[in-house]
């Protein structure tokens, strides 16, 4: 079993920044492979936000390049999502997820409000 456990999120500006953090718990997190953020806004579906491989390799949605980064401390078991520039349409609650090697179950933090207005 694995445990995500989100903090960060809250309420800035256009143009502003935030950074979400995801905490892995648990006897199964040192086998979590790929872990990764999606979002979901209201009335829409959720999407992919960025999502890093235990190699170090990391992608990220079309909408966010150049704008969010995406960084994993393995001795820590945490994760990031460094948010700037941030746009309404960032506003979404945010979920970050993790997914094992062997048997490739996936999990899922309690998710974060995210919310870009004046």
């Known amino acids: 079993q694995v445990q995500l456990v989100e903090s960060g999120g809250g309420l800035v500006q256009p143009g502003g920044s935030l950074r979400l953090s995801c905490t892995a718990s648990?006897?199964?997190?040192?086998?979590?492979?790929?872990m990764g953020w999606y979002r979901q806004a209201p009335g829409k579906e959720r999407e992919l936000v960025a999502r890093?491989?235990?190699?170090?390799?990391?992608m990220y949605a079309d909408s966010v390049k150049g704008r969010f980064t995406i960084s994993r401390d393995t001795a820590k078991n945490r994760m990031y999502l460094q948010m700037i520039s941030l746009k309404p349409e960032d506003t979404a609650v945010y979920y970050c997820?993790?997914?094992?090697?062997?048997?490739?179950?996936?999990?899922w933090g309690q998710g974060s409000q995210v919310t870009v207005s004046s």
């Open positions: 997820y993790a997914r094992t090697d062997i048997s490739s179950e996936v999990y």
């Open positions: 648990g006897r199964e997190r040192f086998n979590i492979g790929i």
């Open positions: 890093h491989s235990r190699g170090g390799s990391t």
